[in-house]
């Protein structure tokens, strides 16, 4: 797999630390490298001791590579190296220690509802591209408050939660607003939704995500699972209304050109290739 790269913007998100410039041949930890000298951060929010954080690192012993009461330390990418105390960054270095703005030490388990139509003509037919011939798939993105890039409306795993329930709590509080809702509006979304997000998902992928915000000792790992709606009159109804860290909600054309936040557009590249529909 080719080396991780937004985990090494030069600038680090929502501070003014800048990450130590790690070249594409030194991302590797087994290359030697004595003057790797990157600086140490973890966002004020992080050190604020919030319920969603661990405690700082010398004060308590995470059973790493395991899962530690509810708190699930184990990586989906088989066991991580634990160096000095501290958990190793599984696809290499940074250019940053510490947590930076990540709450855990090791693995942060994030999960990543996909949900997608095809995209229809005014008379409700099925539209393909004109370059590749093929019926174009549209997907719920969410323009993210923190960073401004469009992406897909994921979010952490609760310690203890099943991940079919993130899908599902993720989707309605950032694209359907259901945090704001009425309690009735609410069961009714509830409602809506449920069936679509009961169905058998098709999981795209699972493991290490390319986030703006890991480091060398704490980085992002998700479950995306791609939830269908063929006949477009399940979910493809329901008003979107953006909530919690979303600033906007819209259905976006899947296609090979989309900029997106963290590794989201391989997710969706491998949603149009299952799904034999236009990239
Ligand atoms: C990404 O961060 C994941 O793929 C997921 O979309 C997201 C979860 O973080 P928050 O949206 O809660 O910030 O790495
Ligand atoms: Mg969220
Ligand atoms: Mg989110």
Redesign the pocket.
Known sequence: TAPHVKSRCPQYPSSEIKRFPVPDDKVDWKIDWPLYKPETYTAPAVLNKPEWADPDIWSFSPLFNNLDGKVDRRSHEGPYRVENGLPLNPHGRTGLTGRGLLGRWGPNH?A?PIVTRWKRDSAQQPMSHPMSKLPVLQFVSIK?K?CGEW??P???VDPGEQVSLTLHREFSEEALNSLQASPQDREQIHQRITALFNSQGLEVYKGY?D?PRNSDNSW?E?V?VNFHDETGNSVSELPLRAGD?AGQVQWTDLDSALSL??S?SHFLEVVAKKRSAHW
């Open positions: 994030a990543d993210r923190d992406a897909i994921g979010g952490m995500v986030d992002m998700t995306a860290d936040y963290a989201h």
